[in-house]
């Protein structure tokens, strides 16, 4: 079954717009961690945010925010202010014991910033 | 954050060739290294995981024997593929991590893009 589900195969966003990528996950476990990477062309994974199962107030870095909504089980991306620079796949995972917290990945979703 | 690095970054070679791809962490010791294939456009499928002193796990569907990893030390580990063919052409993604499971981020190196003519 899949873990993480990502609709978006590709997203179009204007310069300096946010943009909302979907992640929806699946799991009976109680204690799970979310990750959100970045991959550019150049093909290296960047790392951008984790949340917690049980973190009750959703993750902020920079930029970019989780919407967590436990019931629902989202964990989406908000990437603030886009900038040219943010062109990339962008990939939701997630850790859990009946995984053996090893990562499971989603299938991505392309962003491509307009100028 | 910490460093994970990759040689080589591209390989090309013929059908029937072996290819070693080295994965090192370069600031800190790796309780676990993990080896990821990924084709153009998809996402990262998750080959094998391994331990250092310990034989790799292998995922389902993954050849133990095509696709021979080595996890001499705590900052290297190496993923050979055997007798290559066009089909094991793909982007190769080792990743590394320490410390406990759950709240960990795992370390990617740069990758290895694979091409058998």
């Known amino acids: ?115 | 954050g910490a460093v994970v690095s990759q040689h080589p970054s591209r390989v090309i070679c013929k059908s029937g060739t072996s290819v070693k791809i080295e994965c090192r962490s370069l600031d800190f010791q790796a309780t676990t290294m993990f080896w990821y294939r990924q084709f153009p456009k998809q996402s990262l499928m998750l080959m094998a995981t391994s331990n250092e002193g310990s034989k790799a796990t292998y995922e389902q569907g993954v050849e133990k024997d095509k696709f021979l990893i080595n996890h001499a030390s705590l900052t290297l580990s190496t993923l050979t593929v055997t007798s290559a063919h066009p089909e094991d052409s793909s982007f190769y993604i080792c990743s590394a991590e320490a410390g406990d499971y759950l709240h960990n981020e795992q370390f990617f190196g740069p990758g290895t893009r694979l091409t058998v003519l």
Do not use: H
């Not at chain 1, 990502?6 to 909302?20: C, I, L, N």
């Open chain 1, 1 to 115: 079954a899949q873990k993480i589900t990502q609709t978006q195969p590709g997203m179009f966003v204007q310069e300096k717009e946010a943009v909302t990528l979907d992640c929806t996950y699946d799991t009976s476990d109680q204690s799970y961690g979310l990750f959100w990477y970045k991959q550019p062309s150049s093909g290296e994974m960047i790392f951008l945010i984790y949340q917690g199962s049980y973190d009750e107030q959703n993750a902020t870095e920079g930029r970019y925010s989780l919407n967590f909504q436990k019931a629902r089980k989202s964990a989406n991306l908000v990437i603030s202010a886009s900038q040219l620079g943010d062109s990339a796949m962008y990939f939701c995972a997630m850790r859990d014991r009946s995984n053996d917290y090893k990562l499971s990945f989603g299938a991505g979703t392309t962003v491509t910033v307009r100028a």
